[in-house]
């Protein structure tokens, strides 16, 4: 899921809690349905503005990509809302993953307290799909959140896309 560089760039840059700015928020907005816009200012400042970051690079990279390409990368890591876990936990599930498997983190998912959370936290595309779906997103954009951690060979994503999405994705 990640290296250990990047989540420590990732960690660092979690600390400053602030979201995007207004004009980057109502750029945010108009690439988004109803239903995604409502999950996406549910999330946390600092995921917002990963996120933004993320849809910026993705326009830059594809030749005038479509709504719902940029709304994926908005929404990549929406998942993560369910766990609730703050950036400190955050690391630790990752590293605890690292350890123990993503098998195991599977199960942690049917635990409880801050072990289900770690597992919540890890299992974050499935549930980020899940809540696309249930938001009424794009298909494209429910796809993505599900396959933004897997290898190339197994998305429905179209590859170019897919790949401008991933490489543009600095976690
Ligand atoms: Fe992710
Ligand atoms: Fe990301």
Redesign the pocket.
């Known amino acids: 899921m990640s290296s250990p560089w990047h989540l420590t760039r990732?960690f660092v840059g979690s600390l400053w809690p602030f979201g995007p700015s207004t004009g980057d928020t109502l750029w945010a907005h108009e690439h988004l349905l109803a239903g995604e816009r409502t999950l996406w200012d549910r999330m946390s400042a600092p995921d917002r503005r990963?996120?933004h970051g993320?849809a910026r690079r993705v326009d830059q990279l594809l030749d005038q990509p479509s709504r719902e390409v940029i709304a994926a990368a908005l929404l990549?890591?929406v998942g993560k809302l369910e766990s609730g876990l703050g950036t400190f936990r955050r690391v630790a599930a990752t590293l605890s993953a690292a350890v123990a498997g993503r098998e195991t983190a599977e199960l942690w998912v049917r635990s409880s307290g801050v072990t289900r959370r770690i597992g919540l936290y890890l299992t974050h595309p499935a549930i980020g799909g899940d809540m696309l779906e249930m938001a009424d997103a794009d298909p494209l954009t429910s796809a993505w959140a599900r396959e933004?951690h897997l290898p190339e060979e197994q998305w429905t994503v179209p590859v170019e896309i897919g790949r401008a999405l991933r490489d543009a994705?600095?976690?």
Do not use: E, T
């Open positions: 990732r990963h996120s993320v990549h890591d933004h994705d600095d976690d």
